[in-house]
DNA sequence: AGCCTTATAATTGTCAACACTTTTGGGGAT
DNA sequence: ATCCCCAAAAGTGTTGACAATTATAAGGCT
């Protein structure tokens, strides 16, 4: 995690932990989507004056995750189904482009590797702590630091948010490992246009079901959710 | 252009303004790739303060304009080739995917008014002061409001910045018209795969074309490049 | 009662001063 | 002469106060 634990003597910037430490609010839904972000509260918070608060906010802007209006105060981002979609689309594209790059690209060994970690993350347990990460993987294989950035940086962090509502479905993993060993095999193969075909449909099919499991109203902030953050 | 002028009646923040006139002068080449963004240097020609000078720098940091590290200074990017390359990979990617979505969302009504409006800029002129930006175009017509704001705004930024090194290549015009011309056809066709395909093979030329142009020591900073911003 | 106007409070934007880090230049030892 | 170390300078990070703007609540009018 972003070093929630404030130790403090990194040669870190304020406004880099203060945005950190922002973001894991934002995952522990202690600032769920719509709130407002109040830079005087946070500053109190973690006892830092208003300026990194300021740099922080304005990343977390940059990122898209809180809206920006001048002297409006800003909003945790509630996406609406719409944009959701939209994102899955982005993520589409991206991550079926990377996939064909890894499949063109990725050293044999990395491949093999990948699906040992597949077959093992599925059976149970890998290494501890170890977290497998199927995407993550095949994105960094295709080598673009700009598109690997854009995925695991800033599309992850508003995923992430609407992850938790699709991640407790049990049926949904089997079916993902089995389009995630389709997709290792095509990579294997290096049938770069299948490849991301494949990632393209795996994709699209996630996000139709994230789309299922959301909730109908979304965003448009005019019903009772007017809480502040403390 | 960004309100050069300064004006300054209007209800948008220092720091907005500021940004604007930073992008301007990288447009401009007052800042070139490679120089430092000096924030005191900045805020005295700007008559402001350092507070939204650092705000629009971490804008510009935000979209990878400028580099970023703790307290070194920051540096207008010089993109390397393979950065270059990266660029318009993703844009090959993004790119091709809006064109698929135009090829089937795109209205008919707005599909021939694109037509025509291609075949108007290429004759010669079109309304003045009207510039015709085809691939904006199309991307704005995929409705994915994440993907154009990606390519219209951040990606585009950066591409601007190369632009001017392939701009006055004639040649280059007439096969570009083509391209975009087959590219409509598809569009209109509604055939959303050729679309896509056609869009990648043409951003991939147009990437392949800038490499050939941009000069050979590209990036890393050790060299006799150790001018300062004003 | 409901709505518009007005005063107050809460919040964001801006500034100038201070603290910390890096860079630069000079002096002494090897 | 080269290298290392140290002090001065330049630059970035942080802070608290002040100005500008928006949100909130009270009061008067229809």
């Given at each position: 995690?972003?070093?929630?634990?404030?130790?403090?003597?990194?040669?870190?910037t304020?406004?880099?932990?203060?945005?950190?430490?922002?973001?894991?609010?934002?995952?522990?839904?202690?600032?769920?989507?719509?709130?407002?972000?109040?830079?005087?509260?946070?500053a109190?918070?973690?006892?830092?004056?208003?300026?990194?608060?300021?740099?922080?906010?304005?990343?977390?802007?940059?990122?898209?995750?809180?809206?920006?209006?001048?002297?409006?105060?800003?909003?945790?981002?509630?996406?609406?189904?719409?944009?959701?979609?939209?994102?899955?689309?982005?993520?589409?594209?991206?991550?079926?482009?990377?996939?064909?790059?890894?499949?063109?690209?990725?050293?044999?060994?990395?491949?093999?590797?990948?699906?040992?970690d597949?077959?093992?993350?599925?059976?149970?347990?890998?290494?501890?702590?170890?977290?497998?990460?199927?995407h993550?993987?095949?994105v960094?294989?295709?080598?673009?630091?700009?598109?690997?950035?854009?995925?695991?940086?800033?599309?992850?962090?508003?995923?992430?948010?609407?992850?938790?509502?699709?991640?407790?479905?049990?049926?949904?993993?089997?079916?993902?490992?089995?389009?995630?060993?389709?997709?290792?095999?095509?990579?294997?193969?290096?049938?770069?246009?299948?490849?991301e075909?494949?990632?393209?449909?795996?994709?699209?099919?996630?996000?139709?079901?994230?789309?299922?499991?959301?909730?109908?109203?979304?965003?448009?902030?005019?019903?009772?959710?007017?809480?502040?953050?403390?």
């Amino acid at each position: 995690m972003h070093e929630s634990g404030n130790g403090g003597r990194r040669s870190e910037t304020l406004g880099d932990e203060v945005f950190g430490h922002i973001l894991d609010l934002i995952y522990n839904c202690e600032l769920e989507p719509g709130m407002v972000v109040n830079e005087s509260a946070l500053a109190g918070r973690f006892g830092v004056s208003r300026g990194p608060i300021r740099e922080a906010i304005r990343r977390l802007q940059g990122i898209q995750l809180v809206s920006r209006e001048p002297f409006m105060r800003a909003r945790v981002v509630s996406l609406s189904k719409q944009a959701i979609a939209e994102l899955f689309q982005m993520r589409e594209a991206l991550e079926g482009y990377a996939c064909r790059l890894a499949a063109t690209q990725m050293p044999a060994a990395d491949i093999d590797g990948l699906i040992a970690d597949l077959e093992a993350a599925r059976g149970g347990l890998l290494p501890s702590g170890e977290r497998f990460d199927f995407h993550e993987r095949v994105v960094r294989a295709s080598g673009n630091s700009r598109i690997i950035d854009t995925l695991c940086g800033d599309l992850y962090h508003l995923l992430r948010i609407y992850r938790r509502i699709s991640g407790a479905v049990p049926e949904r993993h089997e079916l993902a490992f089995t389009e995630h060993w389709q997709i290792s095999r095509a990579i294997k193969a290096r049938d770069a246009t299948l490849a991301e075909s494949l990632m393209r449909s795996h994709v699209e099919r996630a996000g139709r079901h994230v789309l299922e499991q959301v909730p109908e109203a979304p965003a448009a902030g005019a019903d009772g959710e007017e809480k502040k953050a403390s």
